[in-house]
Structure formats: C-alpha cells, structure tokens
C-alpha cells in the first residue's frame, strides 16, 4: 500500500518567514495530493491540492510542488502570520477514490510574532 | 457553503458497548467517508462508501466496525464491543465526486 512520509515534525519560523512542509510517496499510481491545516481540536482543512498533471500550484501565500519522478511534493507558506500556526498533514491518493488517502504524520508550524 | 455534519460532537461510552456515529453529507454528495485521528497522531483512513456499499475499507476497519446510509440523509460508522484503543477523533467525509473531499466536525470517541 501506499505510504507517505512528511518532514519535518515540528517547524517554527518568524512572522513574514517562509515555511516549506515536504512529503514524499510510495505508490506512483497516486495522482492526487492535498495539503491540510488542523487547528487544536477542529476539522482538518483543506488548504490546497494539487494533481499529478501540474507541477505546481499556487493560492495567495500558499504553494504546492510535486516531483512525480522523485515522487515528493512541497507544500511552501511564504509572508507566513502567526494565524499560521497549526499541524498541516499531507497525503496521497488515487483520484478514482480521492477519499482513500494515506496520509503523513503530520508537522507542527509555530509562527512566531 | 455546505458543511458535513456529524452528532454526538462528544460520545463518552464504556468498554464493550455499542456506539453510533451519526454524519449528514453535504446534499448532493455520492461519496462518503469515516476516518480516525487517535490524539496527536495523523488521520487514518477507515472506509468509504459508494453507490450504498463499500467501496474499499482499510485494515483498521475490521468486522468491529459497520457502516450504513439508513436513509437519504444519515451516514452512521457503529463500533461494536468498544476497546480502549478506540479512543479517538472520528471524522466523516463526502464529495461530489471521486476526486476531493470535505471533512465534517467531528466525534470525539471516548471509551473508559
């Protein structure tokens, strides 16, 4: 089965710092990958995501690569704010069942004012 | 914007019993989805639903867990002979289609 990898665990940057989460995956079938915020005790969000016939993608003050042939993808946060603040997951999957993604452990953004 | 709704918000049960999960989907969504979240750990995938059966499920979803769109409306994971290790964040999800997804609130499962 699939597997995602995500580093680093925990990043903490300044306020206006950029951030870079990366992830890398197991099962090159997987062509879709969506990037979430999880605030303390809410919902997991989806920020971002981006499918494997992009390279990348970007919203306001959020990126995301992906490197199909090295299979990893980045998720980038530049001007980065102190409302950054939260665990961001990433995961992988098959867009014929979106929903079945594995995802990765996870990595703890402290954005510091 | 429409949202996935799940019920009871909080669910405190005690070892062996039954529990219900209840989810609203968003209307006009064909696709639905149970994950788990054990406390600071990632979300893991549990199941999903397609067409009123299953359509994949992951190892975690053994014959302890039963899934059910009773109606039109309700999307319900029952968790027979609750366990300890069953503590967790459970979240419902559904989309429109097979690609993308929308996670509801939350059930926050605690078996003492």
């Known amino acids: 089965g699939e597997n995602v990898e995500q580093h680093p665990s925990t990043l903490s940057v300044q306020e206006g710092d950029s951030a870079v989460i990366k992830c890398t995956y197991s099962d090159s079938a997987s062509n879709y990958f969506p990037w979430y915020k999880q605030e303390l005790g809410k919902r997991p969000q989806l920020i971002i995501d981006i499918r494997s016939n992009v390279g990348e993608k970007k919203d306001q003050r959020i990126a995301v690569t992906l490197n199909k042939t090295a299979k990893h993808f980045s998720l980038h946060i530049t001007e980065t704010q102190p409302e950054d603040s939260a665990v961001y997951f990433c995961?992988?999957?098959?867009?014929?069942?979106?929903?079945?993604?594995?995802f990765g452990d996870g990595t703890t953004l402290t954005v510091k004012p | 914007e429409p949202e996935v709704t799940q019920t009871p918000s909080h669910q405190v049960t005690q070892m062996g019993q039954e529990v219900i999960l209840r989810c609203v989907p968003i209307?006009?969504?064909?696709?639905f989805y149970w994950y788990r979240q054990i406390l600071g750990q990632k979300v893991e995938f549990l199941v999903s639903f397609y067409n009123n059966e299953i359509s994949e499920k992951s190892e975690i979803f053994d014959d302890q867990f039963s899934v059910e769109r009773p109606d039109g409306s309700n999307f319900t994971l029952k968790i027979r002979s609750t366990k300890l290790e069953d503590s967790a964040m459970y979240f419902c999800a559904s989309s429109a289609s097979a690609d993308g997804y929308t996670f509801g609130s939350g059930t926050r499962l605690t078996v003492v």
């Open positions: 995961a992988a999957s098959k867009s014929t069942n979106a929903g079945k993604s594995t």
């Open positions: 209307s006009n969504h064909l696709y």
